[in-house]
C-alpha cells in the first residue's frame, strides 16, 4: 500500500509518500481501507518533533474508511463496516491497523468525510464543554481561534449549552465564519486587544472560562480575561508551549488552571461512544455544523501542513488517499 511516511522529524518536507509493507492485523484489531483522514495540529507536532515519536513513522491519528479484516478474537465487527477511528498512529495511508476497541460506527445519514472531520475535533468540543468546564445558562465563555476546527464546534457546542461566547479571530472573514457559527462577540484579534473588548463586553467582570488552544501567544492575556475562580483550560500550543510558571500568580483571582488531553476523557469504550455519539447525533439532527475548508489529496500532505500550520485555514482539514 501507499502511506505518508517520516523517516526524520522537520518541516512539511519530511512527508514522504512512500510504498510500505501490508500488514495483517493482529487477533484484537482490524484492517481499515481509509476513505477520509483528519489532519490535526497533534499531526504537525508529531512531525516536527515536538512530540517524540519512534521512527520512521505514518503520522495521523483519526480516519474513516470500512473493515477489510478483522482479527480471530475481534466480535461485533463485521467486514464491510463503516467505521471511524482516532488515536492509533497510521491514518496518513491506504489502509491502517486499528485496536478494534477503537472504532467507532459512521451512522448511515454520515458519509466518510463529514465522520473524519468531526470525531477528534468534535469530541474534543463535547468534553470541553460538558466535562473539562462543564458550561451552564448564563456562563461567558471566551474562545480563541473561533473560526478554526474545534473553535467553531466550540462555539457551537457552547451556545447549545446556554452559555454566552466571546472569541477570538484574525481576519474579517474569520469574523463572519464565527458569527455565523453562533458567536456573541467575535473579537479581531490583529485589530483591537481581546482584553480589553471582553472587559468591555462583560462589565469588567471577566469570563468565566477561556477554552485556549493557541498557547504561548495568549495565555497572559487569557489569564487577565478571567473572572474570579475562572478557569483557564489550556488544550493546545498552536504558537508554543506556555514556558515555566509561577502557580501564585494564579491566586490573584482564585483562578484554576487545566491542561486536559482527549485520551484521558476518552479513556473507556464506555465514554469514547457516548461522546462520538452525540458527536454524530447532533451533526445528523442539524444541531451542529461541520466545515471542511479543504480536502488535500494524501500525496499533497504538506501542503496540507502548510496551511494548517500557516493559519490559513478555516474548519476542517482532510486527506483523501
Not at 477520509?36 to 503520522?59: E, T
Not at 495521523?60 to 465487527?77: F, N, P, R
Not at 453562533?182 to 472587559?199: L, P, Q, R, S
Not at 506556555?242 to 479513556?267: C, I, K, M, Q
Request: a negative charge.
Amino acid at each position: 500500500m501507499r502511506a505518508i511516511r517520516i523517516h526524520r522529524t522537520g518541516g512539511p518536507e519530511v512527508l514522504q509518500y512512500q510504498e510500505v509493507d501490508d500488514r495483517s492485523p493482529g487477533s484484537s484489531e482490524v484492517l481499515i481501507r481509509i476513505q477520509a483522514i483528519g489532519v490535526n495540529f497533534i499531526d504537525i507536532y508529531h512531525r516536527s518533533g515536538v512530540y517524540p515519536s519512534r521512527l520512521p513513522l505514518i503520522p495521523g491519528v483519526e480516519a474513516a474508511g470500512i473493515v477489510e479484516e478483522t482479527g480471530s478474537d475481534v466480535e461485533g465487527v463485521e467486514i464491510g463496516s463503516r467505521v471511524a477511528c482516532t488515536g492509533a498512529f497510521g491514518a496518513y495511508a491506504e489502509k491502517a491497523i486499528v485496536p478494534a476497541e477503537w472504532l467507532i460506527p459512521i451512522p448511515a445519514k454520515l458519509n466518510p468525510h463529514e465522520a473524519a472531520a468531526a470525531l477528534l475535533q468534535g469530541m474534543t468540543a463535547h468534553y470541553l464543554t460538558t466535562s473539562t468546564y462543564p458550561l451552564k445558562e448564563g456562563d461567558i465563555a471566551l474562545v480563541h481561534a473561533g473560526a478554526g476546527g474545534v473553535g467553531l464546534l466550540l462555539i457551537q457546542m457552547a451556545k447549545s449549552l446556554g452559555a454566552r461566547v466571546i472569541t477570538t479571530v484574525s481576519t474579517k472573514q474569520k469574523v463572519q465564519l464565527a458569527e455565523e457559527a453562533g458567536a456573541d462577540t467575535v473579537v479581531n484579534y490583529t485589530e483591537t486587544n481581546f482584553t480589553t473588548e471582553v472587559k468591555a463586553v462583560t462589565g469588567d467582570k471577566g469570563v468565566q472560562v477561556v477554552y485556549d488552544s493557541v498557547g504561548q501567544a495568549t495565555y497572559d492575556q487569557s489569564l487577565n480575561c478571567l473572572a474570579p475562580r475562572g478557569t483557564l483550560v489550556l488544550f493546545g500550543q498552536s504558537s508554543g508551549f506556555v514556558p515555566p510558571r509561577e502557580p501564585n500568580e494564579l491566586a490573584r483571582g482564585s483562578f484554576f488552571l487545566t491542561r486536559p488531553r482527549l485520551d484521558d476523557y476518552t479513556h473507556s469504550r464506555e465514554d469514547l461512544l457516548w461522546r462520538a455519539g452525540e458527536v454524530f447525533s447532533k451533526i445528523q439532527s442539524g444541531a451542529l455544523n461541520i466545515r471542511i475548508d479543504t480536502a488535500y489529496p494524501l500525496t499533497e500532505a504538506h501542503l496540507a501542513h502548510e496551511s494548517l500550520a500557516g493559519r490559513k485555514t478555516t474548519g476542517k482539514v482532510l486527506l483523501i488517499p
